[in-house]
T-cell receptor, first 112, second 115 residues
Framework: GESVGLHLPTLSVQEGDNSIINCAYS??????FIWYKQESGKGPQFIID?????DKRQGQRVTVLLNKTVKHLSLQIAATQPGDSAVYFC???????????FGKGTHLIIQP | GAVVSQHPSRVICKSGTSVKIECRSL??????MFWYRQFPKQSLMLMAT?????????EQGVEKDKFLINHASLTLSTLTVTSAHPEDSSFYIC???????????FGPGTRLTVL
């Protein structure tokens, strides 16, 4: 698959503030997009996903936005907490039995 | 639900030896499992797609004779790193897919260190 890129390698936010992590993907055939959180030494943890027939999906404190026109994906985390500190990856696939193409990752740092 | 386990979590081996890593879906049947590799401070890279009862499909640049994959049942896939070398040291992560959904559930990863 084609690579998925991220704009910022590190994002530092104050505790309690909202954070936005961005991602650009390149495969126009991708129809399934996921955000994962990875803590040091652990496997990726599913946060939220969205399919190409939607442009917004909300979860608990998180919102994913999909702009297919410009192939852009974002993750919004509301009221960040210390436990949100981690590396966040976007990933995409063509769905079905396809493997995922991961972005480079953004390290989110929550400052007290 | 949808728990995936890996064993071992960490392994250290000598150069030239082989190492087997197991990936199990604990509470669901996974017709497809995936193997990823992650080097320090880098992203996950898909190595291969493993389908139960058939040969694995390897990504470009991944040597199938070096990374042997066996998906013998709907709940178990194994990755064997043969004749391991220090450059094979990495974090190996598997995922299992729920049939028809495209969702993948990841294992906790296996840290391989080749001396």
């Amino acid at each position: 698959g084609e690579s998925v890129g991220l704009h910022l390698p590190t994002l530092s936010v104050q505790e309690g503030d909202n954070s936005i992590i961005n991602c650009a993907y390149s495969n126009s055939a991708s129809d399934y997009f996921i955000w994962y959180k990875q803590e040091s030494g652990k496997g990726p943890q599913f946060i939220i996903d969205i399919r190409s027939n939607m442009d917004k999906r909300q979860g608990q404190r998180v919102t994913v936005l999909l702009n297919k026109t410009v192939k852009h994906l974002s993750l919004q985390i509301a009221a960040t907490q210390p436990g949100d500190s981690a590396v966040y990856f976007c990933a995409d696939s063509g769905g079905g039995a396809d493997g995922l193409t991961f972005g480079k990752g953004t390290h989110l740092i929550i400052q007290p | 639900g949808a728990v995936v386990s890996q064993h071992p979590s960490r392994v250290i081996c000598k150069s030239g030896t082989s190492v087997k890593i197991e990936c199990r879906s604990l509470d669901f049947q996974a017709t497809t499992m995936f193997w990823y590799r992650q080097f320090p401070k880098q992203s996950l890279m898909l190595m291969a797609t493993s389908n139960e009862g058939s040969k694995a499909t390897y990504e470009q640049g991944v040597e199938k004779d070096k990374f042997l994959i066996n998906h013998a049942s709907l709940t178990l896939s194994t990755l064997t790193v043969t004749s391991a070398h220090p450059e094979d040291s990495s974090f190996y992560i598997c995922s299992a897919s729920l049939q028809g959904t495209g969702e993948q559930f990841f294992g906790p990863g296996t840290r391989l260190t080749v001396l």
